[in-house]
């Protein structure tokens, strides 16, 4: 493993414009559950519980579900903390080596652990926005209005339409700003870090196919405790195992080759 994340080190040393694309695989061991591995979310709640659809037929359904998980302590996002590979990645991009982050997460964690650029592919659940005039507010206050009987909790303060969470449910589309950044991220990435993520959910996934179609194709270099989807499409260094052990090598592999 040391010669691979070795290689890694000089692709991402020697790159212009590396971007990282990160899924759930980088938070589990903040004690969020990835969706598909043993144990993941999807193997305990229908994901159809987060499609827009059903969410529309019944809203105050779909929250008595959240704050449920949220008491189960299944998917308590606010109380999790950034783990040692959000740290790494957050490191790389103050060094200047890493220029973005395009995170398939809704966990904030990114953000918390330091990371400026970071484009949220997925949305963020630790908001809540209205469906009819967008205007947003922190989930943990529909939580509380939710917890406390309010009977319009998860309305609008401003136009009494119908909170949602500010993550993207399945049938919804990616935010247009999201899209935009990250193909232009794509167009001009050299080198692709790929942490923690299957790479079965479009259009994330089409990202590493997109920078190893173009010409020159960049270098995808992948972290993961399973080989992703597209691994024998994509992947130039593919290095498995645990996405916090595995950044912090490679982080201390960098700084090594730069003190050359
Ligand atoms: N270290 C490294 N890799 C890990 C770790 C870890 N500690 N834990 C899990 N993984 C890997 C798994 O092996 C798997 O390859 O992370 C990946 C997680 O895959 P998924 O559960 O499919 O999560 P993700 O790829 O982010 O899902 C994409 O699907 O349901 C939608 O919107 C949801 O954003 C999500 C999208």
């Not at 220029?99 to 809540?128: P, W, Y």
């Not at 972290?223 to 498995?240: F, G, K, Y």
Request: proline share 5%; hydrophobic share 45%; charged share 25%.
């Amino acid at each position: 493993m040391e010669d691979k994340i070795r290689k890694a080190a000089e692709i991402l040393v020697g790159a212009q414009n590396a971007v990282a694309l990160t899924g759930a695989g980088i938070s589990t061991e903040s004690g969020i559950p990835d969706f598909r591995s043993p144990g993941g979310l999807w193997t305990k709640v229908d994901p159809g519980e987060f499609s827009l659809d059903r969410f529309l037929q019944n809203p105050t359904r779909f929250w008595r579900l959240h704050l449920d998980l949220k008491a189960s302590g299944e998917f308590d996002l606010a109380s999790a903390a950034p783990n040692a590979a959000h740290a790494a990645l957050a490191r790389l991009e103050q060094m200047g080596l890493v220029k973005c982050v395009i995170t398939q997460n809704v966990d904030n964690l990114h953000q918390r652990a330091g990371s400026v650029e970071v484009v949220e592919f997925h949305g963020n659940m630790l908001r809540a926005a209205c469906l009819r005039c967008r205007a947003a507010e922190p989930i943990e206050d529909v939580e509380a209005r939710l917890t406390a009987g309010d009977p319009d909790a998860a309305r609008c303060r401003k136009c009494q339409g119908v909170l949602k969470p500010d993550a993207v449910f399945f049938g919804e589309a990616i935010p247009a700003k999201a899209m935009n950044i990250s193909h232009v991220q794509s167009q001009k990435c050299d080198a692709l870090l790929v942490i923690g993520t299957s790479l079965q959910v479009y259009p994330a996934a089409q990202i590493p196919m997109t920078v190893k179609l173009k010409y020159p194709p960049a270098q995808v270099l992948e972290i993961n405790r399973e080989p992703s989807a597209l691994h024998e499409q994509v992947t130039d260094v593919l290095m498995l195992g645990s996405a916090g052990d595995l950044m912090t090598r490679l982080l201390n592999t960098v700084e090594e080759l730069l003190k050359r």
